[in-house]
């Protein structure tokens, strides 16, 4: 199931150039990235608080630290994922109320095939559970994989221009984003 705009937009080669971007994406700094990457130090520097400072180092026979292999492959990993990094959308499969804390009345009527949630992930694989998606009544479709940036950068757009998407402009009170999405990205919109 795809959106009119998943279905204009869902090539394996689709990428957003900086001129598909508005002027203040292309110009500012992304606060997205930097508030991901200080998360990623910050569950880097919990995992090192539990491992210990002797997990991760070793000596040489010269007395030289040096970290561990097993933590050099940790760091090349976590340095991929962000590589290998993906927008999704999680679409409705099936006509139903939700619960929608930003809509008026606190909830909004869908129909299968429109977007529940415009996001990005680097852990592909367990972003949500199977709970998840039989409570919301959604499916996970993946719109574009590239570095963090560019898919970051997608998102900010997709979500920036929900507001013109022709299911949100049949509703008959419009929502400013997908029913699912918190609404977090309105200071950089």
Known sequence: MKTLYLNAHATSDYTPTAKDLPGSQRKMPNNLLVLLILALVTVGGVILAKRGFDDVIEYDDKGNARLTPEREAEIEKAKDRLDR?????????????????????????????????????????????KAFYKKHGVEYNTYLRGSIDLVLK????????????????????????????????????
């Open 154 to 189: 997608t998102e900010i757009e997709l979500l920036g221009k929900y507001p013109l998407m022709p299911e949100n402009l049949a509703r008959e009170q419009p929502l400013l984003f997908p029913p699912l999405n918190i609404p977090t990205y309105s200071e950089l919109l």
């Open 85 to 129: 990094a993906e927008v999704y959308l999680l679409i409705f499969i099936y006509d139903h109320y939700i619960e929608c804390l930003p809509c008026p009345g606190g909830r909004v009527w869908i129909k299968e095939g429109e977007i529940a949630k415009i996001g990005t992930t680097v852990n592909t694989t367990s972003r949500y559970d």
